[in-house]
């Protein structure tokens, strides 16, 4: 008789089984085909005598407390502590990734922890919610569901940190998924994603935003992370900013992202300030209301502006809120124009959002 090999986590939602005996993960578009014994290409989900095993379900490998305006989140829940974590592995293979030593381990690491706790610990730190973030959290779908479910009945919110290469767990996320930031990096290019990401096709992202806008009340905001010489296009920032107005809806959110040289990605610069000033402009001329820059400290388009006076109505630098002008209704305090946030700051918002996270 044939002894099942021990492994670490439990048996995975979603998945098909072919007619030739082979399963097909169905958590992210790439649709792994896999023979008994094969990894997918996350390196956390395996054929196992035919059932789809989650091995990094009850292990994270990160843990800590963000601002949500760090995700970056500015038009839900605003000033808020997230309690963020992380498993390792990811569906895509950033060349430039700040993770990297999480999302490109493509093995199984972490601290044994079930749901209930995660939510536990969320709590004993203050949190208002909880982020599946610095990994694709796609990956992990049944893990935060789970997770996400229980946080959800106490009270916090959840949110994905996300590429949005995941059109067929939609059923799973909105059991549970509140708000994502969705990420097309270097302004969704094909010949970029494909060189840089190793992803074939971006139709998936767009896919994603679809079905999370048509069938969810998930809050959506975009990221677009601009990086220099090699995915800066305008062209292709104009053809992303008209997608997003006309299938998003003005009020969506966007925020172009300052490129920081990482992982094999050292050779290139900074992106230019410059750079990401075009592409604020370019999306605001194409009607989009809340546009941002990120990762430059300091710069005015930091700050959230009234899309009908032009007043500043959240002051921000960095990840922090200094100022705040609007009244019990989001309304702009200057001309009674409704601002598209949901939410408004905890009392303590002033105070460090940073927490270190022990584990005992």
């Given at each position: 008789?044939?002894?099942?090999?021990?492994?670490?986590?439990?048996?995975?939602?979603?998945?098909?089984?072919?007619?030739?005996?082979?399963?097909?993960?169905?958590?992210?578009?790439?649709?792994?085909?896999?023979?008994?014994g094969?990894?997918?290409?996350?390196?956390?989900?395996?054929?196992?005598?035919?059932?789809?095993?989650l091995l990094?379900?009850?292990?994270?490998?990160?843990?800590?407390?963000?601002?949500?305006?760090?995700?970056?989140?500015?038009?839900?829940?605003?000033?808020?502590?997230?309690?963020?974590?992380?498993?390792?592995?990811?569906?895509?293979?950033?060349?430039?990734?700040?993770?990297?030593?999480?999302?490109?381990?493509?093995?199984?690491?972490?601290?044994?922890?079930?749901?209930?706790?995660?939510?536990?610990?969320?709590?004993?730190?203050?949190?208002?919610?909880?982020?599946?973030?610095?990994?694709?959290?796609?990956?992990?779908?049944?893990?935060?569901?789970?997770?996400?479910?229980?946080?959800?009945?106490?009270?916090?919110?959840?949110?994905?940190?996300?590429?949005?290469?995941?059109?067929?767990?939609?059923?799973?996320?909105?059991?549970?998924?509140?708000?994502?930031t969705?990420?097309?990096?270097?302004?969704?290019?094909?010949?970029?994603?494909?060189?840089?990401?190793?992803?074939?096709?971006?139709?998936?992202?767009?896919?994603?935003?679809?079905?999370?806008?048509?069938?969810?009340?998930?809050?959506?905001?975009?990221t677009?992370?601009?990086?220099?010489?090699?995915?800066?296009?305008?062209?292709?920032?104009?053809?992303?900013?008209?997608?997003?107005?006309?299938?998003?809806g003005?009020?969506?959110?966007?925020?172009f992202?300052?490129?920081?040289?990482?992982?094999?990605?050292?050779?290139l610069?900074?992106?230019?300030?410059?750079?990401?000033?075009?592409?604020?402009?370019?999306?605001?001329?194409?009607?989009?209301?809340?546009?941002?820059?990120?990762?430059?400290?300091?710069?005015p388009?930091?700050?959230?502006?009234?899309?009908?006076?032009g007043?500043?109505?959240?002051?921000?630098?960095?990840?922090?809120?200094?100022?705040?002008?609007?009244?019990?209704?989001?309304?702009?305090?200057?001309?009674?124009?409704?601002?598209?946030?949901?939410?408004?700051?905890?009392?303590?918002?002033?105070?460090?959002?940073?927490?270190?996270?022990?584990?005992?």
């Open positions: 008789m044939r002894v099942m090999e021990e492994v670490s986590g439990r048996p995975a939602r979603l998945f098909r089984i072919l007619e030739d005996g082979r399963l097909m993960c169905t958590a992210c578009a790439r649709y792994c085909r896999l023979k008994n094969q990894v997918g290409f996350c390196g956390i989900r395996k054929n196992i005598d035919g059932t789809l095993y990094v379900y009850g292990k994270i490998i990160s843990a800590h407390v963000d601002p949500i305006e760090k995700k970056p989140v500015t038009h839900y829940a605003p000033g808020t502590k997230i309690f963020s974590i992380a498993t390792t592995g990811c569906s895509w293979m950033c060349q430039y990734c700040l993770n990297f030593d999480i999302s490109q381990r493509r093995k199984v690491e972490g601290v044994d922890v079930t749901p209930e706790k995660i939510v536990k610990m969320a709590k004993k730190y203050g949190s208002h919610g909880i982020a599946y973030t610095y990994n694709e959290p796609s990956i992990y779908m049944e893990f935060a569901h789970d997770i996400g479910v229980i946080a959800r009945r106490e009270g916090l919110i959840n949110i994905f940190v996300t590429n949005g290469y995941w059109p067929d767990s939609i059923n799973e996320a909105k059991d549970f998924l509140d708000a994502a969705v990420d097309f990096k270097g302004n969704g290019e094909v010949e970029f994603l494909r060189k840089y990401v190793g992803v074939p096709d971006p139709e998936p992202i767009f896919q994603t935003l679809l079905e999370l806008k048509n069938k969810t009340r998930v809050h959506i905001e975009i677009d992370l601009v990086i220099p010489k090699i995915g800066d296009s305008l062209e292709a920032a104009s053809k992303l900013v008209k997608w997003v107005y006309d299938n998003l003005p009020d969506t959110p966007i925020h992202l300052r490129f920081h040289p990482d992982y094999r990605l050292l050779h610069p900074l992106t230019p300030v410059k750079t990401l000033e075009k592409h604020y402009e370019l999306a605001r001329e194409a009607g989009l209301k809340y546009v941002y820059i990120g990762n430059v400290p300091g710069h388009y930091e700050n959230t502006y009234c899309p009908e006076c007043k500043i109505v959240v002051e921000r630098r960095g990840f922090d809120i200094l100022g705040w002008y609007l009244d019990e209704e989001n309304k702009c305090r200057f001309c009674g124009y409704k601002i598209a946030i949901h939410g408004t700051p905890p009392p303590d918002y002033r105070t460090s959002r940073f927490i270190p996270v022990f584990f005992k």
